[in-house]
T-cell receptor, first 112, second 112 residues
């Protein structure tokens, strides 16, 4: 079946540090891949997406590249800010389908 | 832009009571979903709908019922609440054209 595995948190970084949150997936065919972000007290919102192999999604300084050979979609940011503190979810939408499947989420704390 | 709106935002129920959570979207999306979010478990799909008048079970449907009488609304019902249903509930919607999900702000439900 389809599944998403992401690194456990929490991840604690100092401001301006480099961020990587690992995400790997299991799926048949060519799913679409997503990163969602959830700020405290809010719902999830789409951060970035990629719909085919080697695509790079980017937004607000965050990037992730769809790697089919390693079934991965790692989230990176070169210099985090305190305002990036949130929970980040990796997710996939199966080929030709819907019903997004989510990872467990990774909580990020950024210290000033 | 309202997007996806959930009501209520907070609710406390006694064991055995019933309630209905309302989700409304104004984006004319075909698909709608109810998820629950529990610590360390990410988001789990309760029920979903692929169009007006249709519903289907997700990953954790027991103890819940849903209805979609109008395309813009998706209702989640708890007939006899149990403490295990204490959670944060999110409604989401998506379309065939854009597979990413749009989320409501969530409903925090406590069953005592």
């Amino acid at each position: 079946g389809n599944s998403v595995t992401q690194m456990e948190g929490p991840v604690t970084l100092s401001e301006e540090a480099f961020l990587t949150i690992n995400c790997t997936y299991t799926a048949t065919g060519y799913p679409s891949l997503f990163w969602y972000v959830q700020y405290p007290g809010e719902g999830l919102q789409l951060l970035l997406k990629a719909t085919k192999a080697d695509d790079k999604g980017s937004n607000k300084g965050f990037e992730a590249t769809y790697r089919k050979e390693t079934t991965s979609f790692h989230l990176e940011k070169g210099s985090v800010q305190v305002s990036d503190s949130a929970v980040y979810f990796c997710a996939l939408s199966p080929t030709g389908g819907f019903k997004t499947i989510f990872g467990a989420g990774t909580r990020l704390f950024v210290k000033a | 832009n309202a997007g996806v709106t959930q009501t209520p935002k907070f609710r406390v129920l006694k064991t055995g009571q019933s309630m209905t959570l309302l989700c409304a979207q104004d984006m004319n999306h075909e698909y709608m979903y109810w998820y629950r979010q529990d610590p360390g478990m990410g988001l789990r799909l309760i029920h979903y709908s692929v169009g007006e008048g249709t519903t289907a079970k997700g990953e954790v449907p027991d103890g819940y019922n849903v209805s979609r009488l109008k395309k813009q609304n998706f209702l989640l019902g708890l007939e006899s609440a149990a403490p295990s249903q204490t959670s944060v509930y999110f409604c989401a919607s998506s379309s065939e054209e854009y597979t990413e999900a749009f989320f409501g702000q969530g409903t925090r439900l406590t069953v005592v």
